[in-house]
């Protein structure tokens, strides 16, 4: 089965800085890749996907992610952080053969401090 | 489009009631989830549908727990003799599965905004 592993329960930086969120995947065959976000109370809205174009991949509200097929990552990075991106980041995986359920991360919070 | 809707968004229910949830997807999708998520979890699946077509069901989906799409469009989730573990948000997303030539392809999942069910 597919699983993706979060690397940091809980994560702050100041605002401005660099966002860095970690995540690896375990498969043998690169899958689709996922980043969600979600605010308190609220589903989860989908920041970007991996399923096998460009390696770098543009989300929305400034971030992006970059697939590294050798070491097994899709970490999400953003260049400056705004208050208003903290949040709950979830990184998901789909398997690329079946393209059935998603397996979800433990997730990270971020926190920014003005 | 309107996006994923749920209904109720918040439940609370004494232990060993019956309580049903409802998911309304993005109209055009043809696949339906239902997940868990506890607090400080991840979502965890449950159980999912292709139209009307109930494909997969996880262990965590005890013999308690039934899950209908009749007509191929709103979903309901129901947990009879309701327990204290059942405490958590249910989520409820839909995506369009498309099988492109010859290989599937997952779109991207849109979640609704859960039903939150306590059980007292």
Same mark, same amino acid.
């Given at each position: *089965? ?40 609220? +589903? ?8 096998? *174009?460009?390696?770098?991949?543009? +989300? ?46 433990? +997730? ?7 | ?120």
């Amino acid at each position: *089965a597919q699983s993706v592993t979060q690397l940091g329960s809980h994560v702050s930086v100041s605002e401005g800085a660099l966002v860095l969120l970690r995540c690896n995947y375990s498969s043998s065959v690169p899958p689709y890749l996922f980043w969600y976000v979600q605010y308190p109370n609220q +589903g989860l809205q989908l920041l970007l996907k991996y399923t096998s *174009a460009a390696t770098l991949v543009k +989300g929305i509200n400034g971030f992006e992610a970059e697939f590294k097929k050798s070491e097994t990552s899709f970490h999400l990075t953003k260049p400056s952080a705004h208050m208003s991106d903290a949040a709950e980041y979830f990184c998901a995986v789909s398997d690329r053969n079946t393209g059935n359920q998603f397996y979800f991360g433990t +997730g990270t919070s971020l926190t920014v401090i003005p | 489009d309107t996006g994923v809707s749920q209904n109720p968004r918040h439940k609370i229910t004494k232990r060993g009631q019956n309580v049903t949830f409802r998911c309304d997807p993005i109209s055009e999708h043809n696949r339906l989830y239902w997940y868990r998520q506890t607090l400080g979890q991840g979502p965890e699946f449950l159980t999912y549908f292709q139209n009307e077509a109930q494909l997969e069901k996880s262990r965590l989906l005890s013999d308690r727990f039934s899950a209908e799409r009749p007509k191929g469009s709103f979903s309901t989730l129901e947990i009879q003799r309701t327990e204290q573990g059942d405490s958590a948000m249910y989520l409820c997303a839909s995506s369009f599965y498309l099988l492109a030539g010859g290989r599937r392809v997952p779109y991207e999942q849109y979640f609704g905004p859960g039903t939150r069910l306590t059980v007292t």
